[in-house]
C-alpha cells in the first residue's frame, strides 16, 4: 500500500497534514509509503485540487481524505484502507 498527499509548495495547510499523517503513521508503526505531490506540476491536478489541498488520497482504491482533517480522520481513513468494510 502507498499513499499520496496533493498539495502545493509554500502551503501551511500542507505542512500541517503532512504532520499529522506523520504522527499517525509512526504511532500505529505502519510501514506505509506516502509521496508528497505538488499540484502545480500538473494541470489536471490543479484542476481536481486546487480548491481541495491539502489531500490525502490511496492509489490502489481511488478513496480520497480532503482538508480539513485530523489525527481521527487520518487513523479512521487508513483504518478503511486496512480492513475495507465488506460489500452488501
Same mark, same amino acid.
Given at each position: 500500500? +502507498? %499513499?499520496?498527499l496533493f498539495?502545493?509548495?509554500?502551503c501551511? %495547510?500542507c505542512?500541517?497534514a /503532512?504532520? =499529522? @499523517?506523520e504522527?499517525?503513521?509512526? $504511532?500505529?508503526?505502519q510501514? =506505509?509509503p506516502?509521496e508528497? @505531490? $505538488? =499540484? /502545480?506540476e500538473q494541470?489536471?491536478?490543479q484542476? +481536481? &485540487?486546487?480548491? +481541495? @489541498?491539502?489531500?490525502? &488520497?490511496?492509489?490502489e482504491?481511488a478513496?480520497e481524505l480532503a482538508w480539513?482533517? $485530523?489525527? @481521527?480522520a487520518? +487513523?479512521?481513513f487508513?483504518s478503511? %484502507?486496512i480492513?475495507?468494510?465488506?460489500?452488501?
Amino acid at each position: 500500500m +502507498r %499513499l499520496v498527499l496533493f498539495g502545493t509548495s509554500g502551503c501551511h %495547510l500542507c505542512e500541517q497534514a /503532512a504532520a =499529522i @499523517i506523520e504522527a499517525c503513521l509512526a $504511532d500505529g508503526c505502519q510501514r =506505509i509509503p506516502v509521496e508528497s @505531490i $505538488d =499540484i /502545480a506540476e500538473q494541470e489536471p491536478w490543479q484542476e +481536481r &485540487y486546487a480548491l +481541495r @489541498i491539502p489531500v490525502l &488520497y490511496h492509489p490502489e482504491s481511488a478513496t480520497e481524505l480532503a482538508w480539513p482533517f $485530523d489525527e @481521527i480522520a487520518v +487513523r479512521q481513513f487508513l483504518s478503511s %484502507l486496512i480492513s475495507p468494510s465488506p460489500s452488501p
